[in-house]
């Protein structure tokens, strides 16, 4: 078994294979020709193989690669990974079901073909080892080698559902239902984990989004601005194309804003992408409903991004709302009160003074003059909108019901990031506060998900594509930084997000940018930006969560600083993040 199977795995994502001169060819032919073994797009044991670079696995995926499986006894299998077929599962079954034996001597795998030579030594009492793994076939299956080879209909489908500038507390399951009603997200909560800090990678549209459907950090893909000019789909596939090549139907419906062509399925992977500028909420969870109830024989990946409450940009601006009124605002007494960190932050640094000043000149952010009254009739309108969002949610997740799809379905609810709502006067997002930082991030699956409320810390730019991939019994692509959420054995010590703020207008002469870094500990906040003389703040979350107070300059937490600094510091040099640190 193990000398197929590392052929599976040293071939990398072989889109197929064929043995020949070999006794089992026969039994092969025909357990195929009856269809008794289910395909599998990823090889066997990928996480086994050899370091080989992405362009090669390209392209294994776009010609014929012979190789030659030398075992024991001098017997020789010649292979071929053919492209047009997936039955790399159905090796490792044939060769289970004929219990190929390895003998005391090592047999060697190597490939010459493609421009690269790899070998993996295989030994005795199905031991495999490489240079930095020691592996028993009992720990393989306790990894999960076991679910590469379950059949295409025990894959779970995959929908996730994204609004756009939520904040993570900003639904009735969190708030009560005095002033928002969110029955469709609340039902989700209840039927799944609400992680309750959960961040986003960056509080912007496409970096956020970016991070989250190529599970790569904003200073990775270097995307850290509203900028969809196109990366390397290469080197960060998107999350479309990894799960289509794991034979998903795969699908995308509402808003992009993601740095690949929409239009071109070779590049994102998403065979069907319907994004309209008209309605758009209508339109994405209506083509949504309809996609999930299309009659398909395997496991699809499903992506309704809906707008709303985006809509609260152009509220302020008095500009026409493209999901549809809100209505007037109820007397004030009426409306929510205004956020009881409505003041800026106490000795805040002093990027994000300017910053403030600089927004605020730009016409895009009419906040600057806001009084309690306004920012109360604010957070009125932004409940309508998260309402009205919740609705089209309630579209999708009936289609899963009345479908009989919802028992073989993972669901995923979040946004790409918040919005401040008054907190600190500030409105929107990009800044690193909570309110535009923290979003909400449920993963519901009736009968499988636990229902309950985590505090464990999640990047869902990073987290999202490996907890998917662990789901779904795929491998974990290469390269990836975050964790699984379904492994409950390693949480995150800290995560990490960043902004790069452009967005303001000119003051004292000229027109500021400035980067920032943000850095959630356990119970500690720490942020700073690249200019200023003060340019840190610390916040103990436990004791200021609205975080009104900064606390880094105070010498009785000189050393919860430190620490945060080098915890920063690591991550930075571990990621290639040249952002000018403090000292």
Known sequence: MDSLAAYASEVGRPRGSRIESHAAVAELDANLAAGRFQPHAYGILHPLA???????????????????????????IAAKALRFARKACKLVQTSVQHNLQIG????IVAHRKAGFNVAVNMFSKDIMTRSDKVISRRRLLQMGGAAYLAPAGSRPNIVIITTDQQFGDAMSCRIGKRYLNTPHMDSLAASGTLFSRAY????LCVPSRTSIYTGRYPVETGVEI???SEIDARRFPCMGTIFKRAGYAT????KWHLPFDQKNPAVHGFDTVNVSKVQHDIRASDGAAAFIKTKRSGPFLLVASLLNPHNICQWPRHQELSEGSVGTPPPVDQCPPWRPNHAPQQDEPDAVTLMRRSYQANSMFPVGNFDEKLWREYIWAYYRMIEIVDARIGVVLNALRESGAEKDTLVLFSTDHGDCQGA??????TILYEEAARVPYILSWNGVIKAQVSDRL???????LPTLCDYAGLPRPDGLPGLSLKQTRENHPFVVVSNHMVQGAEVDGRTPETHGRMLRSEHWKYTVYSEGRRREALVDLRKDPGEMVNQAEKSEHAEVLKQHREMLAKWCKQHGDRFPLAS
């Open 200 to 203: 986003c990678a960056n509080p």
């Open 104 to 107: 005391q001597n090592r047999s």
């Open 458 to 464: 999640v990047n869902t730019g990073v987290d999202t």
């Open 424 to 429: 600190h006067r500030w409105n929107q997002k």
């Open 50 to 76: 050899a370091a080989v670079p992405h362009c090669v696995y390209e392209e294994l995926f776009q010609r014929e690669v012979d190789i030659e499986l030398h075992l024991p006894r001098q017997r020789v």
């Open 226 to 228: 509203n900028d969809t």
């Open 251 to 254: 699908g995308y419906f509402g």
